[in-house]
């Protein structure tokens, strides 16, 4: 089956890629991942006005202008919150949230965190490479203890976040791992999570072959889930647990309704709320 | 006890007080609501420990024959349901040698701190009153002495009482018992301190919090998206919004965290929905960043600011107006931004919706300074008028010809894209851009787009509202915000000595408007500036974007006290006189 096929009569995943040339360095994962992007996009059968791609700050949030869908690049590490309340207040509009593991895992992770627990119709895709590489190299929240940079000549010592686990924890209602070398997988592990109700949370193993060069060996690393999605948390979280970190697909896929409150028809007029504070 | 027959007064100020749970505040917002309905105006404070719950309780209240829109500046009595840390309020309720301590001799004497001051002690067994009646407590034992006091009609207490205690079913007699009592009781001072009738009232009055009328005054300017995390003393504001909002087809959510709800609002309305949220001054300290991202980005949003005492923790239950300057310049960058202050508690509902209109206008954020002060009193307010017309925000066609979002207009407005129009799809930017959003770090562009963002706010037209000129005379007080009803009273009384001053009370902060606040100012050689903070911040603002006439004198005090209007006038007369402060 192909999940990626465009229904007849919609927009070819061209259609869906600015003319705008992005800022990143050759071969960096992210390219793979905006390619999955336009082909999700045009699997899933919506028009570029009904998409919005909204981010943060660093490499990997700068992904909105290099689409043609609208795009919202806001302060660093709060995407998801832009993204709750352009949801709620536009239901009808298809959100995706994107950026990269400092912006998500470490000055955004009390919005992760919220993102996950309140379950809105939202799709976060994380582009993961194990560093800051806007700023030009430094530790993030994944990044492994002993790797040593300017800002940490002896390595952080600190362990890493596990982001698919404390997706799973907080109640992401869909969680997958996927590897930017596989630009199909990517886009039909994406597809897939924008039509699953809820908030879906995607890992994307993103290299970054300037300042972690050895990344580029992650493409030998990844493998398929033996498996498929689970629909029980604990048994999700065993194998998300204790996989090694290059299980790719979706490992997740929950039921729980995605929190929506009702916008639209008013009941009362602000004549009748009005009336409220007449003696 | 000796009875005088004084006058009948046009205004009295009552406070009431005893420990959490005592059922102060459920005395006086009855007392408050029966002198409403019998066409009497008025306002209740509520002052608190820091407990959260039964910690010392006051109700300070003033019922007057004409609107009113500050505390006194003494209480004519205190009433006290028992003295437990009801000292604690010594600062808050200066009382003088014509006051009456009322207080149960049961529950000890009355604080040294109030009998210094030479106030009359009237002795009234509440609790064995309240005992005498099954079913009754005290505090409906003082609300009844307080209406007989006042002169409050029992039978309007009454109506008052059963409408709000419907629940309570069983005790309702005996609550009516209760108020009857305290009334008789009462009798004895009747005349002391008895009001004039009311002096004819505006056909539609409001019973309302500050926090009540910026809530409904958002919906009213069209918001239907609020985000909300709780902050003391904004929370009110947003509970008033939760139940509200979804009955005209809004959405209120609660975020995590003040960075949260103010994405969340720039999130919703970049969708399009007029959006806002409430915070106090830590929660804007957090959303300082994102404000700049609504300046940057062009999307309007409203920030309503309920001060209170600062910095950090600060005084959380009490009023200061202390964010001047974090809410003027807080932002990093050249970031021009609209802050807005009401100047009375009804005028919470209109300036927030002025602040919505001017949102959206101008897609720009605003900033509405209003206080825990107006936020958390119940005032009967004549109706806040509305602004009639719904906002308007510049929005662009669907497949509007060669479309740039940040296209550098005449106005500095340009037609904003709406998610869900074909042909027009953009990115918003924090990041510097050129007229297309594209992000630039080019000089010109850099200099056009702050260009832009600076014009659309200095050109446009605010109209009369800006701020309330009053009055006429070579001197003239400068305020703002809630020190304006204390103001006014000021200028009242030194008309009474002859002294002509002019008032003027900003509600527009940002943008400054010079050339509007020089004409206000015309022929006026002295400006007494009046503000409730310690460092003078609204005095620098004015030294920094006005040109004041040589003598300016600086009225203040930091909160929680109010600056009442004995300061103002002391201030004034000496000003006046040539005299030191």
């Known amino acids: ?279 | 006890m000796t009875t005088t027959d004084p006058a009948p007064r046009t205004s009295v100020s009552l406070a009431l007080c005893g420990s959490g749970g005592a059922g102060v505040m459920t005395a006086g917002n009855l007392l408050l609501e029966a002198a409403a309905r019998a066409g009497w105006y008025g306002l209740m404070v509520r002052s608190s420990g820091p407990q959260i719950r039964g910690g010392e309780a006051a109700a300070l209240l003033r019922i007057a024959t004409r609107p009113v829109d500050c505390l006194d500046d003494q209480f004519d009595a205190l009433i006290a349901v028992d003295w437990q840390n009801v000292h604690r309020f010594a600062d808050e309720v200066p009382l003088g040698p014509a006051s009456v301590i009322v207080g149960d001799p049961d529950q000890g004497a009355a604080p040294e701190v109030f009998v210094a001051s030479g106030a009359r002690s009237v002795p009234l067994p509440l609790k064995q009153m309240a005992k005498a009646i099954p079913g009754s407590w005290p505090n409906m034992i003082a609300l009844g002495a307080a209406a007989g006091m006042l002169g409050i009609p029992l039978d309007t207490v009454r109506q008052v009482v059963e409408q709000s205690l419907k629940k309570a079913g069983d005790t309702l007699p005996a609550t009516l018992a209760a108020i009857d009592a305290g009334a008789r009781a009462a009798a004895s001072q009747s005349g002391a301190l008895a009001l004039a009738p009311p002096a004819g009232r505006a056909d539609r009055r409001w019973l309302v919090t500050g926090n009540q009328a910026a809530g409904f005054g958002a919906i009213r300017g069209g918001v239907r998206f609020v985000a909300a995390y709780p902050i003391t003393p904004a929370t009110e504001l947003l509970e008033y919004l939760a139940p509200a909002l979804p009955q005209v087809g809004g959405v209120l959510v609660q975020a995590e965290d003040e960075l949260a709800s103010i994405n969340m609002i720039i999130g919703a309305s970049y969708g399009g929905t007029p959006a806002l949220t409430a915070t106090a001054g830590p929660g804007l300290a957090l959303m300082t960043e994102a404000l700049g991202l609504a300046v940057a980005a062009e999307v309007p949003i409203v920030v309503v600011d309920v001060m209170r005492g600062g910095p950090s923790t600060g005084i959380p239950a009490k009023s200061e107006q202390s964010d001047v300057s974090i809410a003027l310049w807080g932002l990093h960058g050249d970031a021009p931004r609209l802050v807005l202050a009401p100047n009375s508690i009804g005028d919470c509902a209109t300036t927030t919706e002025w602040a919505v209109h001017l949102a959206e206008a101008l897609q720009a954020p605003a900033i509405v300074l209003s206080d825990q002060f107006f936020g958390q009193a119940r005032a009967v307010t004549e109706r806040p008028a509305g602004l009639g017309a719904a906002p308007q925000r510049l929005t662009a066609p669907a497949h509007a010809a060669d479309y740039k979002r940040y296209a550098l207009t005449d106005s500095g407005v340009s037609p904003m894209a709406i998610p869900g129009r074909a042909g027009t799809a953009y990115t918003a930017d924090g990041l510097e851009h050129g007229e297309r959003g594209i992000p630039s770090s080019g000089a010109g562009d850099h200099r056009a787009q702050l260009d832009k963002r600076q014009r659309k706010l200095a050109g446009h037209d605010y109209g009369a509202r800006w701020a309330d000129v009053e009055g006429t005379g070579p001197t003239a007080v400068v305020t703002f915000g809630s020190c304006t009803g204390a103001a006014r009273e000021a200028l009242a009384r030194a008309r009474a000595d002859r002294i002509e001053a002019r008032l003027v009370s900003l509600r527009l902060l940002a943008p400054a408007r010079p050339a509007l606040l020089a004409a206000a100012l015309a022929g006026v050689e002295r400006v007494l500036v009046v503000e409730q903070n310690h460092g003078g911040q609204f005095l620098r603002y004015l030294r920094a974007e006005y040109d004041l006439p040589r003598v300016v004198r600086s009225c203040r005090q930091p909160g929680p006290l109010p600056v009442r209007a004995a300061d103002i006038h002391r201030a004034l007369v000496a000003l006046e006189q040539g005299r030191p402060a």
């Open chain 1, 1 to 279: 089956m192909n999940d990626l096929a465009t229904p007849a009569g919609h927009l070819q995943p061209a259609a869906f890629k600015s003319d705008y040339k992005p800022i990143w360095c050759p071969g960096c994962g992210d390219y793979s991942v905006l390619s999955a992007f336009t082909k999700a996009f045009a699997a899933i059968g919506r028009r570029p006005e009904e998409i919005v791609v909204v981010s943060g700050i660093g490499c990997s949030s700068r992904i909105p202008a290099y689409l043609t869908s609208y795009g919202f690049h806001g302060v660093h590490g709060r995407a998801l919150a832009a993204a709750t309340g352009l949801k709620l207040a536009r239901p009808d509009l298809t959100v995706v949230v994107a950026g990269g593991d400092g912006d998500g895992y470490s000055i955004g992770g009390n919005h992760f965190l919220h993102a996950c627990r309140r379950n809105v119709d939202l799709t976060y895709v994380v582009m993961d490479n194990h560093v800051y590489g806007m700023t030009k190299g430094q530790p993030s929240p994944t990044t492994e203890p002993d790797w040593a940079s300017k800002l940490s000549p002896k390595g952080t010592g600190l362990r890493v976040f596990h982001p698919l686990a404390v997706a799973l924890a907080a109640g992401a209602n869909f969680v997958a791992r996927a590897f930017s070398g596989d630009p199909n997988g990517v886009a039909e592990i994406l597809a897939d999570a924008i039509r699953h109700p809820g908030f879906s949370f995607v890992e994307v193993l993103s290299p970054c072959v300037t300042f972690r060069p050895e990344q580029r060996a992650w493409k030998q690393a990844v493998h398929p889930a033996a498996v498929a999605a689970t629909d029980d948390p604990a048994r999700a979280a065993r194998r998300i647990l204790t996989d090694d970190g290059f299980n790719l697909g979706v490992l997740y896929r929950g039921d729980r309704a995605p929190y929506q409150p009702l916008v639209g028809e008013p009941a009362k007029s602000v004549a009748d709320l009005e009336r409220e504070f007449e003696l």
